[in-house]
């Protein structure tokens, strides 16, 4: 009997080994580490195909993230040594003691940034959007993750009260990140000649182990992208909406200190920052217009958002 405790015992470790050295390697490559399925609501769902991401897209200054150069970081490491082995503080024999620890961190590889075809856009689904793009025939041009994707859902009557019979195109997927989106912009959804777009994208890798920093340079490359495929285009840039039950929700910070982050991508000629976040939100911060999960609006949301952004993309058209 306790042989076979013993044995079983073993082959748990090894199970969870095995675990861990996936997750790892899922967030070296590029995946999200826990994305929601569908804007977060299912967890671990969208991970995407086990294949290298890109090389990572170029991201705008106003949101990136200060990368030193290897000459950089030798020579500010090499100062720090030189402080631990001189100075005369109080704590001396600390630094001395640690000296192996007091060094310059380099910012991690950002996988938000680096192009990847996650599961959740799935080669079908991608090249109807690739169809949809090489004829053209829309003047909007909607891109995100299921709280855009769901337009087609929950909001298909906001839709129809606030646009019309305007032609839109709708590539948001649920359950989709940053590098997601770049893949497909990057592999021939980057088509047609919208004259406006709405863009809300980040949430997923918020709510897995990205920082905010990470999440707005995510969202700066995808900006950047949109430029470079739609010079014409001007870019309605949604702050990611709020989520949660509570204003202390974690995600909700994080998702909060990305849009600080993000509206500085606001240039007022091409890209125009837009929080409406307030709009959903009552005075004890618990959410207006959403579903039971706290994540995505319910009709009345739909609504809500729709009177706040119609008019505006509407005479970006004109």
């Given at each position: 009997m306790m042989k076979k405790k013993t044995t079983l015992m073993i082959v748990m470790c090894a199970m969870s080994v095995v675990t861990m050295v996936y997750t790892v390697q899922a967030q070296q490559f590029g995946a999200p580490a826990a994305p929601g399925g569908f804007g977060g609501?299912?967890?671990?769902?969208?991970?995407?195909?086990?294949?290298?991401?890109?090389?990572?897209?170029?991201?705008?200054?106003?949101?990136?993230?200060?990368?030193?150069?290897?000459?950089?970081?030798?020579?500010?490491?090499?100062?720090?040594?030189?402080?631990v082995q001189t100075t005369t503080s109080a704590n001396r024999d600390l630094f001395r003691k640690y000296a192996s620890l007091v060094k310059i961190q380099v910012p991690r590889a950002n996988a938000a940034i680096a192009?990847?075809?996650?599961?959740?856009?799935?080669?079908?689904?991608?090249?109807?959007?690739?169809?949809?793009?090489?004829?053209?025939?829309?003047?909007?041009?909607?891109?995100?993750?299921?709280?855009?994707?769901?337009?087609?859902?929950?909001?298909?009557?906001?839709?129809?009260?606030?646009?019309?019979?305007?032609?839109?195109?709708?590539?948001?997927?649920?359950?989709?990140?940053?590098?997601?989106?770049?893949?497909?912009?990057?592999?021939?959804?980057?088509?047609?000649?919208?004259?406006?777009?709405?863009?809300?994208?980040?949430?997923?890798?918020?709510?897995?182990?990205?920082?905010?920093?990470?999440?707005?340079?995510?969202?700066?490359?995808?900006?950047?992208?949109?430029?470079?495929?739609?010079?014409?285009?001007k870019i309605m840039l949604l702050a990611i909406f709020p989520r949660g039950s509570r204003p202390n929700d974690g995600i909700r910070r994080k998702n909060d200190r990305a849009n600080e982050i993000i509206a500085k991508l606001h240039d007022g000629q091409h890209v125009f920052f837009t929080n409406i976040n307030d709009k959903f939100l009552n005075a004890d911060g618990s959410l207006i217009g959403f579903s039971g999960d706290n994540l995505h609006p319910d009709a009345r949301g739909y609504d809500i958002w729709g009177a706040a952004v119609a008019d505006t993309l509407k005479s970006w058209l004109k």
């Open positions: 609501g299912m967890r671990g769902f969208g991970r995407g195909p086990s294949v290298p991401p890109g090389p990572p897209a170029p991201v705008p200054a106003a949101v990136a993230i200060p990368r030193p150069t290897e000459e950089e970081v030798a020579k500010m490491n090499a100062d720090l040594q030189q402080f192009p990847v075809q996650t599961g959740v856009r799935t080669t079908e689904r991608h090249n109807g959007f690739v169809e949809i793009a090489k004829q053209g025939d829309f003047d909007i041009l909607f891109h995100g993750d299921s709280i855009t994707d769901w337009w087609q859902r929950s909001g298909v009557e906001a839709q129809r009260k606030h646009f019309g019979d305007i032609k839109i195109a709708n590539f948001a997927i649920a359950g989709d990140t940053t590098q997601g989106l770049l893949w497909g912009l990057q592999n021939g959804e980057g088509q047609g000649n919208p004259k406006a777009i709405m863009l809300m994208i980040g949430t997923n890798n918020a709510s897995g182990d990205a920082t905010s920093e990470e999440v707005a340079e995510g969202v700066g490359a995808v900006v950047l992208q949109l430029r470079k495929d739609f010079p014409n285009a």
